[in-house]
């Protein structure tokens, strides 16, 4: 572990280090704290998140959920609703309200404050020797600089189970007052991709001082119709208010040494202060927990000298997805590290940010997330109802509340609603037993339900189709003029299948709906020998220009196990298609995995290495081992999950698999050794 310990040594501000439990996270410059967000606004901003906190901006115009909706014709002229990017006027307004509402928040910045002697506020560039490490082992980062010939060491961390980050400052700036605290407040923000803080209107919210007594104070948030709670409990010294939204920890005029711990929550309720020896012992436990929990690779016997970066990318990935994407909400693209989207998530990407848990013998870390489904499946049901179809439509781009935001393609997305029944089947494969069945198999059914409403039978061959309206997940096809995308007919056939078998496990008989629609499913459509991504595209291959985005038809056998359709000799030409040639720039950060797994599928293994290492844009991973995709997306966090399951995989295999590391290069270059691992299905 500790050969992977990030390690700073001048300011990098795409270098920001984040400390969380999955459901709260803090992200800290080079200081250990917030200290210069400014410094930081082009690069991995500074901010503070929580899984609970979200804004929704005033509707005084009380636009309708209904203003957003398009009426469509589907096969057999039945008429779809669907709240589509299109409009002007009032509609367009409801559609942009609706589309960036709620949002995530930013909870607060808390930072130093440094002092020259002559008073005025240091910049980043006054600082001298800094150093700064993330202690993986302990998820603990200490920071080391000096400032003006004095050095200052700042221990941060996050209480595991809590919404509070703790600090301890070592410093001689302490007793000289030239060393403080700085609380700041911002405004929600409801921006596409931000840090989610607006600092330009203060008079939109209030930051309201309600107690406050000789080793603690609390803060009120009132924005709108949040609120939200900020506890400050210190050893020594005293809270005073700056600002309207800034407030200044100041120490005792005779410490060297501080203390601090900052909760936020939903509830106003002053904990008892904890000492930050207590809050460090709690941290370390919990962090050894997990990390001697589940599965683990180890790269150190291969000689490949690419192994080392892969395992550097492997060991800070479960770092990350572990604080970022293992809390009771799926987790947004950036997880709890600012907003992208308006802090929405998307539920095609919970695949990719969650399997690996359960394939690294962590499935509690998928489980938690999976709840809020069967919180949701009244307003999925109610909008497969307005569509005229069965059972439950889970959405794409969505809050808490699991309201579908508007999009011009997120709407016409399909790809996600078979999730729900792969990941109760992984929770199956981990926990075999009638508990597990009854558990899920609500959702397994009702997301069923769905799938075979769906898909529109036709007259001339008596296939069920997937029929336009919808956009497969190579998001290029229009969605007016797509049918049959080859994976998502893969994926409705696994999960249909995959539905009977619950069936059956509990003792009720199958479902004769869903056993008619998976047997009568249209095949998968081809051409010279390979898959189409879509039927209705013939010159998929032929024209340059649909070489791009998500090259998914590699998952029919890789992200999909095998199913009845597909032919592993027209699959091994379409797989060597796309080698041949696509807009490698255009691929996102879980492509790379994507290809990675088709490749051991199909036993290349040499390129299944190649491809998690493809010198490409958006395959880049950071000293923080953060996957950047480009300037407006600095943080991709289903490139981390991807990365995870496909070495998952690559080293334990996958149902049927029968050699030692079947995705690994069978060269001698590749000595890997691993414990704890799940197969794939």
């Not at 056998?557 to 592993?568: A, I, Q």
Request: hydrophobic share 40%; aromatic share 12%.
């Amino acid at each position: 572990m500790s050969r992977h310990n990030i390690v700073l040594d001048h300011v990098d501000t795409m270098g920001s280090l984040t400390v969380g439990n999955g459901e709260f996270a803090f992200t800290v410059d080079v200081t250990g704290m917030q200290s210069f967000p400014e410094a930081y606004a082009n690069g991995i901003a500074l901010t503070t998140q929580a899984q609970w906190g979200w804004h929704k901006m005033t509707n005084p115009q009380q636009f309708l959920y209904a203003e957003t909706l398009d009426t469509l014709i589907t096969c057999a002229d039945h008429q779809v609703s669907y709240a589509t990017q299109s409009g002007e006027g009032r509609r367009g307004e409801a559609v942009q309200w609706y589309r960036s509402n709620p949002q995530r928040l930013h909870l607060g910045l808390l930072g130093l404050e440094l002092l020259h002697q002559d008073g005025t506020i240091a910049a980043i560039p006054d600082l001298a020797g800094v150093h700064q490490e993330l202690d993986l082992w302990s998820g603990i980062i200490t920071s080391s600089f000096s400032f003006e010939g004095e050095p200052v060491e700042v221990t941060t961390l996050v209480l595991p189970g809590e919404d509070a980050v703790a600090f301890r400052i070592k410093s001689g700036l302490i007793r000289a007052g030239q060393l403080k605290i700085r609380l700041r407040f911002p405004f929600a923000a409801n921006c596409h991709v931000c840090p989610g803080a607006d600092w330009d209107h203060p008079l939109a919210h209030t930051s309201q001082q309600v107690d406050s007594a000789a080793h603690q104070a609390q803060i009120l948030r009132i924005l709108d119709s949040a609120r939200y709670a900020v506890q400050c409990t210190w050893n020594d010294g005293r809270l005073v208010r700056r600002g309207p939204h800034e407030f200044i920890l100041e120490p005792a005029s005779s410490a060297v040494w501080l203390e601090a711990t900052v909760r936020f929550s939903q509830e106003q309720k002053v904990p008892a202060f904890m000492s930050f020896r207590k809050a460090l012992h709690k941290t370390q436990d919990a962090w050894r927990a997990f990390w001697e929990s589940g599965g683990a690779v180890d790269f150190s016997q291969c000689t490949d000298p690419r192994a080392f970066e892969l395992e550097r990318r492997v060991i800070l990935s479960q770092y990350l997805t572990r604080i970022q994407c293992a809390g009771s909400l799926p987790p947004q693209e950036t997880g709890l590290t600012g907003n992208s989207w308006y802090g929405k998530f998307h539920l095609e990407m919970h695949w990719w940010h969650g399997v690996h848990f359960a394939l690294w013998g962590r499935p509690e870390w998928l489980e938690k997330s999976l709840p809020w489904y069967d919180g949701i499946q009244g307003r999925a049901r109610a909008v497969a109802q307005r569509q005229g179809y069965a059972g439950v439509r889970w959405p794409k781009m969505t809050g808490p509340a699991g309201i579908s935001s508007p999009s011009s393609v997120g709407e016409f997305l399909i790809w996600q609603q078979p999730h729900p029944i792969y990941f109760a089947e992984l929770m199956y494969r981990q926990h075999p037993d009638a508990e597990t069945l009854e558990k899920y198999g609500e959702l397994v059914f009702a997301t069923a339900d769905f799938m075979a409403s769906f898909p529109c039978k036709n007259a001339d061959d008596g296939k069920y189709h997937l029929q336009h309206p919808l956009i497969p997940a190579q998001e290029i096809f229009p969605a007016l003029e797509t049918d049959d995308p080859a994976f998502e007919l893969a994926y409705w056939r696994w999960g249909l299948q995959t539905a009977l078998c619950w069936k059956e496990r509990l003792g009720l008989p199958p479902d004769t709906v869903w056993q008619r629609v998976l047997d009568q499913l249209a095949p998968l459509p081809q051409q010279d020998g390979r898959y189409l991504p879509v039927t209705t595209s013939p010159d998929a291959y032929s024209n340059p220009d649909k070489r791009r985005d998500h090259p998914i038809v590699a998952g029919l056998l890789g992200m999909l196990p095998p199913t009845s359709s597909v032919d592993l000799s027209v699959m091994e030409k379409t797989y060597q298609t796309i080698k041949q040639g696509w807009q490698w720039e255009t691929m996102w950060g879980w492509d790379f995995p994507l290809l990675a797994m088709a490749a051991a599928r199909l036993d290349h293994p040499d390129d299944a290495v190649d491809w998690l290492l493809m010198d490409s844009p958006k395959n880049t991973y950071l000293v923080n081992g953060h996957n950047f995709q480009d300037q407006r997306l600095k943080i991709y966090l289903p490139g981390n999950g991807g990365l995870l399951t496909a070495v998952a995989m690559m080293a334990g295999g996958w149902d049927g698999s029968t050699k030692e590391f079947p995705g690994f290069p069978r060269n001698g270059q590749w000595n890997i050794q691993w414990e704890g691992l799940h197969v794939l299905p």
